[in-house]
């Protein structure tokens, strides 16, 4: 086996990129397809997971990073901006130090997990944090583009969803065909629009023979979709989802209405369920946004909404390291012990 190269070289053809395109990557994608034994059993389903929180920042947003990076290149770009809730700040300002680019990144103050902030700093991009929400930092990103010599590089950029749509095609090269139901995160909508285009890219050009359903979890607290309209004052513990008006609101609708699927949502407190399930039960650490899907696969099974026997696929978004706060407040704290054997067994209650 060849090593994986990046998602543009291997999907170059399905991809707008050319050979005056240089290509800043640091080979995201080609992430496992994971089979998840114990949410297949209590679901019905054969149930397999798409960890993007193994690409290179930790989180599917490299996918959409390394095209909008590298067109951004292509076309003499110095300086990208974008606003963020965390993951897509880490990974344009790690593709920006590829491509030698100054990257600045507008956050809401205090409602971004620790480890995301840490990779927007270690990468040295311009972090302002605003006095105000994720919808507010978009707004203001996408005015300073307008005005300045910026880049905009959040999935209303197209060439973003662009890049993440490549998930759907290594799914459907893993499986043989797509599957029957596609779970995933809702924030901003730019993931489930671009799974969506992707799924029936293949179709339409018969490499799969059909389109999964696509089933869109929102945290309860942040459910614009659910509620039919934008929410002004989003909260949830999944800061990473904390969206009142998602800028991709009609291509998600889209993908809902045409796959024949739904946007639904999902309490903090089924999320934190599906989160522990999934560290202590599938091996899969993620962080509590990526939950939503699961949490999400359990509730329309349990409705009906999923038969028993489907092919369903969650996509879990990003890496559990990145907010390890929920997992070290969930659990007891470590026992100290001196160098000794028999009190170390003690302790391990194997004495
Ligand atoms: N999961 C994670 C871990 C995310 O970081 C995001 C979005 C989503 C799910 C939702 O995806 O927005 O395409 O519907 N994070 C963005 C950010 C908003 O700034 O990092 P979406």
Known sequence: ARAWRGLIEEYRDRLPVSDRTPVITLREGGTPLLPAPRISQLTGCEVHLKVEGANPTGSFKDRGMTVAISKAAEEGAKAVICASTGNTSASAAAYAVRAGMTCAVLVPQGKIAMGKLAQALVHGARLLQVDGNFDDCLELARKLAVDYPVALVN?????????????????????????????????????????????????????????????????????????????????????????????????????????????????????????????????????????????????????????????????????????????????????????????????????
């Open 155 to 351: 999935s209303v950029n197209p060439y973003r969803l662009q890049g993440q749509k490549t998930a759907a095609f290594e799914i459907v090269d893993a499986l043989g065909d797509a599957p029957d139901v596609h779970c995933l995160p809702v924030g901003n909508a730019g993931n489930i629009s671009a799974y969506w285009m992707g799924y029936k890219e293949y179709a339409a050009d018969g490499v799969a023979s059909r389109t999964p359903r696509m089933l869109g979890f929102q945290a309860s607290g942040a459910a614009p979709f659910v509620r039919g309209e934008p929410v002004p004052k989003p909260s949830t513990i999944a800061t990473a989802i904390r969206i009142g008006n998602p800028a991709s609101w009609d291509l998600a609708i889209a993908a809902r209405d045409e796959s024949g699927g739904a946007i639904d949502a999902v309490t903090d407190r089924q999320i934190l369920a599906a989160y522990r399930l999934l560290a202590r039960e599938e091996g899969v650490f993620v962080e509590p946004a990526s939950a939503a899907s699961v949490a999400g696969v359990l509730q329309a099974a349990e409705q009906g909404v999923v038969p028993r026997g489907s092919r369903v696929v969650c996509t879990v978004t990003g890496n559990g390291l990145k907010d390890p706060d929920w997992a070290i407040s969930g659990a007891p704290a470590p026992t100290t012990v001196k160098v000794d054997a028999h009190a170390a067994a003690s302790a391990l209650g194997l004495a």
